[in-house]
Nanobody, 116 residues
Framework: QVSPVESGGGRVQPGGSLRLSCVLP????????VGWYRQAPGNERELVAS???????RYADSVKGRFTISRDNAKNTVYLQMDSLKPEDTAIYYC??????????WGQGTQVTVSS
């Protein structure tokens, strides 16, 4: 596996929840902190949550208290539980090393749309 593979996106109403999943290359997942990024139309890609190999987590202020990142070491998978979703959370969500490096490949991402 070269690129991350994200899944779990969809369309939800404001206040709803989604759980994203991402399988990362083992060489990245096992050695580095990983995170979830998002990019909305016209915006830069931003890091919204990250988790280290020893489960230390960090969140962007915009998602703190609403999003929870976790990892399953047996599956090389990182999750993002998103609750109390807002329209401004609408974006394509990606996962990768955190912080990412120039040599990292990006996956296709998964679209999250929050709309009534």
């Amino acid at each position: 596996q070269v690129s991350p593979v994200e899944s779990g996106g969809g369309r939800v109403q404001p206040g709803g929840s989604l759980r994203l999943s991402c399988v990362l290359p083992e060489r990245i997942f096992s050695m580095f902190a990983v995170g979830w990024y998002r990019q909305a139309p016209g915006n830069e890609r931003e890091l919204v949550a990250s988790i280290t190999t020893i489960d230390h987590t960090r969140y962007a202020d915009s998602v703190k208290g609403r999003f929870t990142i976790s990892r399953d070491n047996a599956k090389n998978t990182v999750y993002l539980q998103m609750d109390s979703l807002k329209p401004e959370d609408t974006a394509i969500y990606y996962c990768n090393r955190a912080p990412w490096r120039q040599e990292d490949y990006w996956g296709q991402g998964t679209q999250v749309t929050v709309s009534s």
